[in-house]
């Protein structure tokens, strides 16, 4: 929901997602029409606490605090996946979410149905 909200604030009139299946990843694609990711940002944007609104500045003027594509990389993660920030050679930025289909132990499709799993404490 982040990637897309980012999309939608920063977009001139579009914002597009399509999700695809490739490699045995599920690839979600979120691709806005405004005026793309700054040098800085396509490189340390999935930082904590990292801003950069120079390049893609609010419509709102509202506040930016670096939480939420830190939080989309560090959940795409945990399921074996990344995030990754490009811009569009149309203009724009793409942002992109990629998580494996299956768990690394897992060979098979994923149910969606949960393991079995001791956690600790």
């Not at 569009?88 to 149910?111: E, N």
Request: with cysteine; glycine share 14%.
């Amino acid at each position: 929901a982040n990637l897309v909200a980012n999309a939608a604030e920063h977009a001139r009139s579009r914002v597009v997602v399509s999700c695809d299946v490739a490699g045995g990843r599920l690839v979600i694609e979120v691709a806005d029409d405004g005026p793309g990711f700054s040098p800085a940002a396509l490189e340390r944007g999935c930082e904590r606490l990292f801003t950069d609104d120079s390049s893609r500045s609010s419509r709102d003027g509202g506040r930016h605090y670096g939480l939420g594509l830190h939080a989309a990389s560090e959940a795409a993660s945990a399921h074996g996946g990344s995030v990754s920030l490009a811009n569009s050679p149309s203009g724009g930025a793409v942002a992109t979410i990629a998580v494996p289909l299956c768990g690394p132990d897992d060979s098979g499709p994923h149910t969606g149905v949960p393991r079995n799993q001791t956690l600790p404490g």
